[in-house]
């Protein structure tokens, strides 16, 4: 089973910033909060990832909370292409078990 | 540079066939997981290679399904007598294989595998 709890569904208008939450409560000390996201009917695609320290990339930003027991994806101006499902996974230098997701719907 | 890539990118075979499915790794990436994706569901693992040898089979679903890598580097998955349930799309990802804590997955496209 995955390892993180996500929203079924989320709605962004265009242009506004898209704050994906994942809870991760058992996440052990050596694994990486990773994300990634799918369009439909392609690959899934890398994000970002992050062990304890907030990350920021040409993507997204990633802030994990201090007891690292969560943790937020905030892509700062949502476009349309960003429709997609989000996937918040945990792990270390191993298998991705991935869970449903987060469908983020972006509307005009 | 190039990213991984699979082929076919689509395949249609009938109930009892075998087939084959082909991934090319993003090159110098030592590390290559399979993954099956069903329709509505979140990528499943299935096998994962260190090099030439397979270091975690544990997601292959039964005997069926056989992954190599002989060189290190192109890995074919083979399904042998096909059923109608592993029609999917089959992820192919590929990672450094560094030894340090983070390594990251890259996937191709995958392949649309329909069993008839």
């Known amino acids: 089973d995955a390892k993180t709890t996500q929203p079924t569904s989320m709605d962004c208008a265009e242009g506004r910033a898209a704050n994906l939450p994942c809870n991760h409560s058992?996440?052990?000390?050596?694994?990486?909060v990773y994300w990634y996201r799918q369009i439909h009917s392609q690959g899934p695609q890398y994000i970002i990832h992050g062990l304890k320290n907030n990350e920021t990339n040409e993507m997204a930003s990633l802030i994990i909370t201090e007891d690292r027991k969560s943790s937020t994806l905030i892509l700062p101006h949502a476009t349309l292409r960003d429709t997609a499902v989000y996937y918040c996974?945990?792990?270390?230098?191993?298998?991705?078990?991935f869970g449903t997701g987060t469908r983020l719907q972006v509307f005009p | 540079g190039a990213g991984v890539s699979q082929t076919p990118s689509n395949k249609v075979t009938e109930k009892g066939k075998y087939v084959e499915l082909r991934c090319d790794p993003i090159s110098g990436h030592t590390a290559l997981y399979w993954y099956r994706q069903s329709l509505g569901q979140g990528p499943e693992f299935l096998i994962y290679f260190q090099g030439t040898g397979a270091a975690d089979d544990s997601g292959l679903p039964n005997d069926r399904f056989f992954a190599v890598r002989p060189e290190g580097s192109v890995s074919t998955l083979k399904i042998q007598r096909t059923e109608r349930g592993d029609s999917a799309v089959y992820l192919c990802?590929?990672?450094?294989?560094?030894?340090?804590?983070?390594?990251?997955?890259?996937f191709g496209p995958g392949t649309r595998l329909t069993v008839l």
């Open positions: 990802a590929s990672s450094p294989g560094s030894t340090l804590d983070e390594d990251t997955q890259y």
């Open positions: 058992t996440i052990s000390g050596n694994e990486y």
């Open positions: 996974i945990v792990t270390h230098t191993d298998k991705l078990i």
